[in-house]
Antibody
Framework: EVQLVESGGDLVQPGGSLRVSCVGS????????MTWVRQAPGKGLEWVST????????FYADSVQGRFTIARDNSQNTLFLQMNSLRAEDTALYFC????????????????WGQGTLVTVSS | IVMTQSPATLSVSPGEGATLSCRAS??????LAWYQQKPGQAPSLLIY???TRAPGVPARFCGSGSGTDFTLTISSLQSGDSAIYYC??????????FGQGTRLDIK
């Protein structure tokens, strides 16, 4: 089955750190760029970060630049998001999502999503 | 690029149609996607390239527009279409940006 499964969400104090993970299965993980999108409780979708299939091209939203680091281990079919200096406004459900293989046709869209992992930043 | 969706909420009866709008603050050409998010679920891709349906998406879902004004039209609405619909631009990124969503209620 083609799927993405996130894990690692937790309750963290402001200023703390957390790493969330996403395991892909049923497809050749290393061929695909991957993305993190978050959704604060009751709010809309916010793009966080995207990384190329090889892992050498990361992109970040201004709101997380310098605090979050996206990475991947293609040998383990796993995507990571290391989150440092966490703030209350980082509280959200974090989704990982796959970028289609053919971005020239399908564009930088997200054709496969996980169910999300909840990160809560609170004292 | 700021994406603005309207209306914020739309209530429609089963069998009727609905028109959802998305406006961009800059020209996107056709680099726009639509997603459907049902309660308690992850979003799913409906439309890319402004008008191309993703695999498995029923023909009742129709995307149109280019430049700065886009529309998602859903015909013959069913109760299962109740969801929040988001547009997303990918013409000029980073950042990738989403609209704030339109909640569609079928009742």
């Amino acid at each position: 089955e083609v799927q993405l499964v996130e894990s690692g969400g937790d309750l963290v104090q402001p200023g703390g750190s957390l790493r969330v993970s996403c395991v892909g299965s049923g497809f050749t993980f290393s061929n695909y760029a991957m993305t993190w999108v978050r959704q604060a409780p009751g709010k809309g979708l916010e793009w966080v970060s995207t990384i190329s299939g090889s892992g050498d091209e990361p992109f970040y939203a201004d709101s997380v630049q310098g605090r979050f680091t996206i990475a991947r281990d293609n040998s383990q079919n796993t995507l990571f998001l290391q989150m440092n200096s966490l703030r209350a406004e980082d509280t959200a459900l974090y989704f990982c999502a796959r970028v289609p293989l053919d971005t020239d046709n399908s564009g930088w869209t997200f054709d496969l999503w996980g169910q999300g992992t909840l990160v809560t930043v609170s004292s | 690029i700021v994406m603005t969706q309207s209306p914020a909420t739309l209530s429609v009866s089963p069998g009727e149609g609905a028109t959802l709008s998305c406006r961009a603050s800059q020209n996107l050409s056709s680099h726009l996607a639509w997603y459907q998010q049902k309660p308690g679920q992850a979003p799913s891709l409906l439309i890319y390239g402004a008008s191309t349906r993703a695999p498995g998406v029923p023909a009742r879902f129709c995307g149109s527009g280019s430049g700065t004004d886009f529309t998602l039209t859903i015909s013959s609405l069913q109760s299962g279409d109740s969801a929040i619909y988001y547009c997303q631009q990918y013409n000029n990124w980073p950042p990738i940006t989403f609209g704030q969503g339109t909640r569609l209620d079928i009742k």
